[in-house]
């Protein structure tokens, strides 16, 4: 059974709920579902993960990649120090990082070094690109495939929960049910849409 790759960060971390765009995606397009979602992970775990999946499963194998791609300033460190930074000493050491190492210049030429592999690894595949945080919009165009780039996912995600200061953090994929099947419905739509010629570069909308 061919299978669709999903992986990223928190926004495709539930995946197991009939609304879960991952598994609502898979279950339309009757494929397998595999990968992973990563919350609060910088996307050096996100790659890694994504390495060792391929360094075990055939890459014709799979029909479909789903890349939901990070914000490229996390901290790379363990998922307590990023997640649990109301707590000492990692409060301490998050804030020592962000004041006094923190370079951004170099953390957006690691992600889009991290960019040009995907296009290596991922050349002439079914690939679908996803923004998930407005932070990576000058260079996500170096990325090959279908694009879905504005808004972003944190974007769409804070309007829904507008009125709702908790509803970001608790849903699951911080949306609502409706709006997981949108975007599960989004993606089938642009699958079928070019599944017997795949683009090599497009930028699509939501």
Same mark, same amino acid.
């Given at each position: 059974?061919?299978? @669709?790759?999903?992986? +990223?960060?928190?926004? #495709?971390?539930?995946?197991?709920?009939? *609304?879960? !765009?991952?598994?609502? =995606?898979?279950?339309?397009?009757?494929?397998?579902?595999? +990968?992973?979602?990563?919350?609060?992970?910088?996307? !050096?775990?996100?790659?890694?993960?994504?390495?060792?999946? %391929?360094?075990?499963?055939?890459?014709?194998?799979?029909?479909?990649?789903?890349?939901?791609? &990070?914000?490229?300033?996390?901290? @790379? +460190?363990?998922?307590?120090?990023?997640?649990?930074?109301?707590?000492?000493?990692?409060?301490?050491? @998050?804030?020592?990082?962000?004041?006094?190492?923190?370079? %951004?210049?170099?953390?957006? !030429?690691? #992600?889009?070094?991290?960019?040009?592999? #995907?296009? =290596?690894? =991922?050349?002439?595949?079914? @690939?679908?690109?996803?923004?998930?945080?407005?932070? &990576?919009?000058?260079?996500? +165009?170096?990325?090959?495939?279908?694009?879905?780039? /504005?808004? *972003?996912?944190?974007?769409?995600?804070?309007?829904?929960?507008?009125?709702?200061?908790?509803?970001?953090?608790?849903?699951?994929?911080?949306?609502?049910?409706?709006?997981?099947?949108?975007? /599960?419905?989004?993606?089938?739509?642009?699958?079928?849409?070019?599944?017997?010629?795949?683009?090599? /570069?497009? &930028?699509?909308? !939501?």
């Amino acid at each position: 059974m061919k299978s @669709v790759c999903v992986i +990223g960060d928190s926004f #495709c971390f539930h995946r197991d709920q009939p *609304s879960d !765009w991952p598994k609502r =995606l898979a279950e339309s397009l009757n494929l397998k579902l595999i +990968g992973s979602g990563h919350r609060g992970q910088h996307w !050096w775990f996100v790659r890694l993960a994504f390495i060792k999946l %391929l360094d075990k499963t055939d890459i014709n194998d799979i029909d479909l990649f789903v890349i939901c791609h &990070t914000d490229p300033n996390r901290i @790379v +460190g363990t998922t307590n120090t990023i997640q649990h930074t109301e707590n000492e000493p990692n409060k301490s050491l @998050v804030k020592s990082y962000l004041t006094n190492l923190e370079n %951004l210049s170099y953390n957006e !030429w690691c #992600c889009q070094q991290w960019f040009k592999e #995907c296009n =290596l690894i =991922l050349n002439n595949r079914k @690939v679908i690109h996803i923004q998930n945080f407005p932070t &990576t919009q000058l260079y996500f +165009g170096i990325l090959e495939g279908i694009k879905l780039e /504005s808004p *972003s996912l944190l974007d769409i995600g804070l309007i829904d929960a507008a009125d709702d200061a908790d509803a970001f953090n608790n849903q699951r994929n911080h949306f609502t049910s409706d709006r997981n099947i949108a975007i /599960s419905d989004r993606l089938i739509q642009i699958y079928y849409n070019y599944k017997d010629v795949w683009p090599k /570069s497009l &930028t699509e909308s !939501w």
